[in-house]
């Protein structure tokens, strides 16, 4: 009597043959509709475009087919080869990991999280790629949102303190390499304490919010402004060839804020004491040019406030 061979497969589960797996891989291709799922030959042309490609970057396959994948990259990624690397990668790891913004039909940009592979027949040789990708762009714009607003004031709306040290150390560097001088103003608002006494802390917050606005009417593109703390603020005003380039600038500011503010009805009066620095005549990190535009400006607060004076070496030695 024959018998039947025993099968290979462990009990209760079933055997798939090759054509069941094709068929199983070509449902999930059409069916994959979250993410782009792409193949490529050696050359980096399209040959397969899923319905989740479709979806994502908005080209239907018959309109990709045999064209070269790098229209769905960006123009920097292309002049900087980065189709290129990432084959190269792929070839050489196993894996290329894909995290970066790609360009839709439309050719607005989106944040892609994904991987190209390498596709190798049954005697380990190279026939194409396999990228697989993830619009993010939702969950990348909340984070950057997220670093934006630790570097924002959020009561103004200005770069904090962090945000300054940073473009502090950008623009200085930016200075010595152009053989330029950098100035910066620390500047406090003038009677700032008795109008919170006075009248609270909205209309305090409410003047700080409109001298924020002043301020930016009266600073270049190029200048970067930014709440340090409490009433302070500061000024980095860049491409300066000689210290009292800063003058004009200082003299806009104590005019701007010399007008009187009205909050809810109320006239506030205010002004503005400034003191001034230069990177890198009088120091070359923040700490010390902090330190000497507040001399500077402690010296204008002696004099009544509404005003600006520049830091000298004989207010160091003063104060020393």
């Given at each position: 009597m024959p018998t039947t061979p025993p099968s290979s497969a462990p009990p209760g589960r079933k055997r798939y043959l090759a054509?069941?797996?094709?068929?199983?891989?070509?449902?999930?291709?059409?069916?994959?509709?979250?993410?782009?799922i792409i193949t490529m030959d050696l050359e980096m042309n399209i040959v397969s475009w899923n319905a989740g490609a479709e979806f994502v970057f908005g080209y239907k396959a018959d309109e990709v087919l045999g064209l070269s994948a790098e229209l769905i990259f960006t123009p920097e990624d292309r002049a900087d080869r980065v189709p290129q690397h990432?084959?190269?990668?792929?070839?050489e790891t196993g894996r290329s990991n894909d995290?970066?913004?790609?360009?839709?039909?439309?050719?607005?940009?989106?944040?892609?999280d994904g991987a190209l592979t390498p596709i190798r027949d049954e005697h380990g040789t190279l026939t194409g790629y396999l990228k697989i990708l993830h619009d993010i762009s939702d969950k990348k714009r909340a984070e950057l949102d997220l670093l934006r607003q630790a570097k924002r004031d959020a009561l103004?709306?200005?770069?904090?303190?962090?945000?300054?040290?940073?473009?502090?150390?950008?623009?200085?560097?930016?200075?010595?390499?152009?053989?330029q001088s950098l100035i910066l103003m620390l500047l406090d608002l003038d009677k700032f304490k008795l109008v919170n006494d006075r009248w609270g802390h909205d209309v305090g917050d409410a003047l700080l919010r409109q001298a924020t606005e002043r301020m930016r009417g009266a600073i270049r593109d190029t200048d970067f402004l930014a709440r340090i703390g409490g009433d302070e603020f500061v000024v980095l005003q860049p491409h300066?060839?000689?210290?009292?380039?800063?003058?004009?600038?200082?003299?806009?500011?104590?005019a701007a804020l010399a007008v009187?503010?009205?909050?809810?009805?109320?006239?506030?009066?205010?002004?503005?004491?400034?003191?001034?620095?230069?990177?890198?005549?009088?120091?070359?990190?923040?700490?010390?040019?902090?330190?000497?535009?507040?001399l500077a400006m402690y010296e204008v607060k002696k004099q009544g406030g509404n005003g600006y004076h520049y830091f000298t070496e004989q207010l160091a030695r003063i104060f020393h």
């Open positions: 054509k069941d797996n094709q068929s199983l891989l070509d449902a999930i291709f059409a069916s994959a509709t979250d993410y782009a990432e084959a190269r990668a792929a070839r995290y970066r913004w790609h360009l839709r039909r439309d050719q607005s940009r989106f944040w892609a103004t709306g200005l770069p904090n303190r962090s945000a300054f040290n940073a473009r502090l150390r950008e623009l200085s560097a930016a200075a010595l390499r152009n053989h300066v060839h000689a210290p009292h380039d800063g003058a004009p600038l200082a003299d806009k500011l104590v009187p503010f009205q909050i809810d009805g109320t006239e506030v009066a205010s002004g503005a004491s400034i003191g001034l620095t230069v990177f890198p005549l009088d120091g070359d990190n923040a700490d010390q040019l902090l330190k000497n535009a507040d």
